[in-house]
């Protein structure tokens, strides 16, 4: 068929083709979730072929864990040749290629912090391109940072080595306190300390009758045998 215009737009309704009017927008985004350490540098990667014109627009925008897309907040969008950051983030955002008219809309986040975590929408709009939705979703995850790690495992060690000293030590002053202590045996030639010595009374022989106010001598005590004299009384 001849005489049919040329250009972008090609219309073979007379031949019974579909109508075509424009490309199709395809974004490319990483399958898996991205992650990042406190205070470095995020690049979140994302790509697109269509046909840049004058109507080529792209917004970077995030939305927080748990909310659905529709609540998302623009970090940077780029059109009319200007690329203009936006909301909290306007200071650390910016595109890793500005401008991003050659295939690679890469954001680039500087000193994440852990209100940076959430998902990022990466959305290229180029009408008439309208056959996909132009949308790339990354999930961004800011971990608790490798320096508070390192000091909690040194602090980890420091007290565990504490603890053992202690142990330790305890361990060894109670292994000396019990050498010093004497022993309470008695072997068969000790005297006893409640022992009496030969030939000495013991006072607690002596007793006292309480009802006849006498003395009385023990029956382990020696007694003496006296005899009456016989000798006739002289009156």
């Given at each position: 068929?001849t005489?049919l215009p040329a250009?972008?737009?090609?219309?073979?309704?007379?031949?019974?083709f579909?109508c075509?009017?424009?490309i199709?927008v395809?974004?490319?985004?990483?399958?898996?979730?991205?992650?990042?350490?406190v205070?470095?540098?995020?690049e979140?990667?994302?790509?697109?072929s269509t046909?840049?014109?004058d109507?080529?627009?792209l917004?970077?925008?995030?939305?927080?864990p748990?909310k659905?897309i529709?609540?998302?907040?623009?970090?940077?969008?780029f059109?009319?040749?200007?690329?203009?950051p936006?909301?909290?983030?306007a200071e650390?955002?910016?595109l890793?290629?500005?401008p991003p008219?050659r295939g690679?809309?890469?954001?680039?986040?500087t000193?994440?912090?852990?209100s940076?975590?959430?998902?990022?929408l990466?959305?290229?709009?180029?009408?008439?391109?309208?056959?996909?939705n132009?949308?790339?979703l990354?999930?961004?995850?800011?971990?608790?940072?490798s320096?508070?790690?390192?000091?909690?495992?040194?602090?980890?060690v420091l007290?565990?080595v504490l603890?053992?000293?202690?142990a330790?030590?305890?361990?060894i002053?109670?292994?000396?306190e019990?050498?010093?202590?004497p022993?309470e045996?008695?072997?068969g030639?000790?005297l006893?300390?409640d022992?009496?010595?030969?030939?000495i009374?013991?006072?607690?022989s002596m007793?006292?009758?309480?009802s006849?106010?006498l003395?009385?001598r023990?029956p382990?005590t020696?007694?003496?045998?006296?005899?009456?004299?016989?000798?006739?009384?002289?009156?």
């Amino acid at each position: 068929v001849t005489g049919l215009p040329a250009g972008p737009f090609l219309c073979w309704a007379l031949l019974g083709f579909v109508c075509l009017s424009g490309i199709a927008v395809e974004v490319k985004v990483p399958t898996e979730p991205l992650s990042a350490p406190v205070g470095k540098t995020a690049e979140l990667s994302c790509s697109y072929s269509t046909s840049v014109g004058d109507n080529f627009a792209l917004e970077w925008s995030f939305v927080q864990p748990g909310k659905p897309i529709s609540a998302s907040h623009p970090i940077l969008y780029f059109t009319n040749g200007h690329l203009y950051p936006t909301g909290s983030k306007a200071e650390r955002a910016s595109l890793l290629q500005n401008p991003p008219t050659r295939g690679v809309a890469t954001l680039r986040l500087t000193d994440v912090r852990p209100s940076d975590t959430g998902t990022y929408l990466c959305h290229v709009n180029n009408p008439p391109d309208f056959y996909t939705n132009g949308l790339g979703l990354i999930n961004l995850t800011v971990l608790d940072s490798s320096k508070g790690r390192v000091a909690g495992t040194l602090i980890g060690v420091l007290l565990g080595v504490l603890l053992l000293s202690v142990a330790a030590f305890c361990l060894i002053r109670f292994q000396k306190e019990r050498k010093k202590k004497p022993k309470e045996t008695y072997g068969g030639s000790e005297l006893r300390e409640d022992a009496t010595a030969p030939g000495i009374f013991e006072q607690s022989s002596m007793k006292v009758d309480s009802s006849k106010g006498l003395l009385e001598r023990s029956p382990s005590t020696s007694t003496v045998t006296t005899t009456k004299s016989k000798l006739p009384m002289v009156v």
